[in-house]
């Protein structure tokens, strides 16, 4: 079992910058593949970026391409969001997932998910 807390989220201005946490207890990120998703009110979940298990590769939405950063840092076994370029559109509640072994997009193969932070964009 591993539990995931976010952490990070607050009010931000549109073109600013905000990093994202995400920590694990139970069990190490080590064979996990995390990714970070999004919701807005009346909206489905949405994929934001992925980071592998060994951190090797990542995936981003095109959205968010160059913008975004998925990171891990294994010394605290935190695996981070940075995002910046803020835009009003994006304003949600963030979400980190783990799953083992593999890197993916689809947010039905996660099986661990935190509780979220939640992430606004003023005009």
């Known amino acids: 079992q591993v539990q995931l807390v976010e952490s990070g989220g607050g009010l931000v201005q549109a073109g600013d910058s905000l990093a994202l946490s995400c920590g694990a207890s139970?069990?190490?990120?080590?064979?996990?593949?995390v990714g970070w998703f999004r919701q807005a009110p009346g909206k489905e979940r949405e994929f934001v970026a992925a980071?592998?298990?060994?951190?090797?590769?990542?995936r981003y939405v095109d959205s968010v391409q160059g913008r975004f950063t998925i990171s891990k840092n294994n010394t605290n076994d935190t695996v981070y969001l940075r995002m910046n370029s803020l835009k009003p559109e994006e304003a949600a509640v963030y979400y980190c997932?783990?799953?083992?072994?593999?890197?993916?997009?689809?947010?039905?193969?996660?099986?661990?998910w935190g509780q979220g932070t939640q992430v606004t964009v003023s005009a």
């Open positions: 139970g069990r190490t990120f080590d064979n996990y593949g």
């Open positions: 997932a783990a799953v083992g072994g593999i890197l993916t997009a689809t947010p039905e193969r996660y099986t661990f």
């Open positions: 980071l592998s298990w060994n951190g090797y590769s990542t």
